[in-house]
Nanobody, 121 residues
Framework: VQLQASGGGLVQAGGSLRLSCAAS????????RGWFRQAPGKERDFVAA????????YYADSVKGRFSISRDTDKNTVDLQMNSLKPEDTAVYYC???????????????WGQGTLVTVSS
């Protein structure tokens, strides 16, 4: 499975961005796909994840009510709509896929290359 993340960029605080994660290759319909982020000098943290079959989703407390994760079966993509962005949301965002819906990044087998989101104050 190859994952390609896109949609990052520079935005002012309070603005919005939409990230997209496209899957290609064999066995792309894994059970769950998630988004993680890594700020400079910090560990990679969970942001949101969605289970493919029923769209059940988990969110980190820091993004609840601001971010929304969705999946498109036809396009085989998972999007992350990010609203009311804050400077502390600045990070490289990675998409990942795995067999189980979870917040633990160790359970995700495949990772994309990351896309940079910068939120200016």
């Amino acid at each position: 499975v190859q994952l390609q993340a896109s949609g990052g960029g520079l935005v002012q605080a309070g603005g919005s961005l939409r990230l997209s994660c496209a899957a290609s290759g064999q066995n792309t319909h894994t059970s769950a796909r998630g988004w993680f982020r890594q700020a400079p000098g910090k560990e990679r943290d969970f942001v949101a994840a969605i289970r493919w079959r029923d769209r059940k989703a988990y969110y980190a407390d820091s993004v609840k009510g601001r971010f929304s994760i969705s999946r498109d079966t036809d396009k085989n993509t998972v999007d992350l709509q990010m609203n009311s962005l804050k400077p502390e949301d600045t990070a490289v965002y990675y998409c990942a896929s795995g067999p189980t819906l979870d917040t633990d990044l160790r359970l995700y087998e495949y990772w994309g290359q990351g896309t940079l989101v910068t939120v200016s104050s």
